[in-house]
């Protein structure tokens, strides 16, 4: 049985939207504006203690000053605060397309270039929220909504730190313990460097589908982000330009001095990225490259989790026709999966062998061990789509992994060792 009431001032609700520790926020209908809105109800006094009672009257009379103070296309809007009763509850722009946290797994990443628009956006609306006074202090990717134009709004400045405020503000150890800075943690004041650390963690979240530290528990969580690096990013996408993986790096030192110096300077740095984005621009979602991963024959032995492994590893690329993929006599420590279009095999000029989606090439190298030189060039026939893998990569890949991409080099050797006999057999006759 549903408590959802029916109205709540002048505004008729129509569903339950999600709700927190401090307040239950409904979809609802706007009728003097004729729109949709979100209200934000906070929860009874009654069934909390004085301590927490106190913290949760702080954290909507943060956000209720704010009505009508910060508009920003990526801010989400807030219209109306109101005290009727026991009822408080806040009035806010309806954003349709729910947050941005159902595309930090690793299973359903944004491409890149939509990626770092993301975050070159937040850095915008932070820095207006700044210039008016207003520091985030809870920056994290549930509170970063999306719209149905695929932009985003910002959200929850129930912790912000307002500081043209005149109410009492929270203080302490505040926001979510595996994007808090250092000096969060350490109870230090709020600054512009310490959110631009909790958005270098969203934005190393977004790109790799996993957050910089994982723990059990808080504590545990807390006592890496004081004292270890980060995995790297690298180790999780290889194909990514130097330069993203740079601007996290910065974004997250631990030291806030070596951090950027403001909004605008990391803004400026992620506008710099996009002329090398463009490769990246009909990139295909993580999901659409795992489901044609598992279509082609080469992969059909492999588990899911298994695939999933080899897509964290390998580099997805593209190339036009006609196109010197690999060059007979060079030094080789990658091999490559055909997923789209052919190739062709040529030695010493002539024509050995056509290959197309599911084969692979330059395994040799691999197999070989060290400094293994190409046993014949390899050259695009139409535009074609590869997955590359280092040798390096296949070797941190799991057993089980390994050994499937083990057998199936086994059964192409067998299957092209068949081809060459009986092409040698009819040239007998």
Not at 59 to 66: D, P
Not at 179 to 194: A, L, R
Not at 397 to 416: A, Y
Request: glycine content about 6%; some cysteine; overall charge negative.
């Amino acid at each position: 049985m549903s408590d959802r009431p029916h109205k709540i001032g002048k505004y008729s609700i129509l569903s339950e939207l999600g709700q927190g520790a401090s307040a239950v926020v409904y979809l609802a209908e706007d009728p003097f504006n004729d729109r949709k809105v979100a209200v934000k109800l906070a929860k009874s006094d009654a069934d909390m203690g004085e301590e927490e009672a106190n913290r949760f009257e702080k954290l909507f009379l943060n956000e209720a000053s704010l009505a009508g103070k910060l508009n920003h296309p990526n801010i989400v809007g807030v219209f109306d605060a109101v005290v009727e009763g026991d009822q408080r509850y806040i009035v806010m722009e309806y954003v349709t397309g729910g947050s941005l946290k159902k595309y930090c797994t690793e299973t359903n990443l944004l491409p890149v270039r939509q990626a770092v628009l993301v975050i070159f956006k937040m850095c915008r609306a932070l820095d207006y929220a700044f210039q008016n006074g207003v520091i985030h202090r809870d920056i994290k990717p549930a509170n970063i909504l999306l719209s149905d134009r695929d932009d985003i709004k910002i959200s929850d400045f129930g912790t912000a730190k307002i500081s043209h405020a005149t109410h009492t503000q929270i203080d302490g150890f505040l926001g979510s313990p595996a994007y808090m800075s250092p000096e969060q943690i350490n109870e230090e004041g709020p600054s512009v460097q310490s959110d631009i650390y909790s958005l270098g963690v969203v934005m190393y979240e977004l790109l790799t589908g996993k957050l910089p530290f994982r723990a059990e528990n808080s504590v545990a969580m807390i006592n890496k982000i004081l004292n270890e690096d980060p995995v790297p990013i690298m180790q999780l996408r290889p194909d990514l330009p130097d330069k993203l993986v740079e601007i996290v790096q910065k974004a997250m030192h631990k030291d806030p001095k070596v951090r950027y110096a403001s909004w605008f300077e990391m803004a400026t740095d992620l506008a710099n990225t996009f002329p090398q984005l463009e490769r990246y621009s009909h990139e295909i979602s993580s999901t659409e490259k795992f489901n044609k991963l598992r279509s082609l024959p080469f992969f059909r032995e492999f588990r899911d989790a298994e695939l999933w492994e080899v897509l964290r590893g390998a580099v997805w690329e593209s190339h036009g026709r006609d196109e010197n993929l690999l060059v007979e006599g060079e030094i080789g420590q990658a091999f490559f999966i055909v997923v789209g279009g052919q190739v062709k095999v040529v030695k010493d000029g002539k024509l050995l062998n056509v290959l197309k989606e599911g084969d692979c090439f330059g395994e040799m190298a691999y197999l070989s061990g060290d400094r293994a030189r190409r046993s014949a060039s390899i050259i695009s026939v139409s535009e074609v789509h590869l997955l590359k893998i280092q040798a390096t990569q296949l070797e941190s890949l799991s057993d089980g992994c390994q050994l499937r991409f083990n057998r199936e080099f086994l059964r192409t050797l067998i299957e092209r060792l068949t081809w060459t006999s009986s092409v040698l057999a009819q040239f007998r006759r």
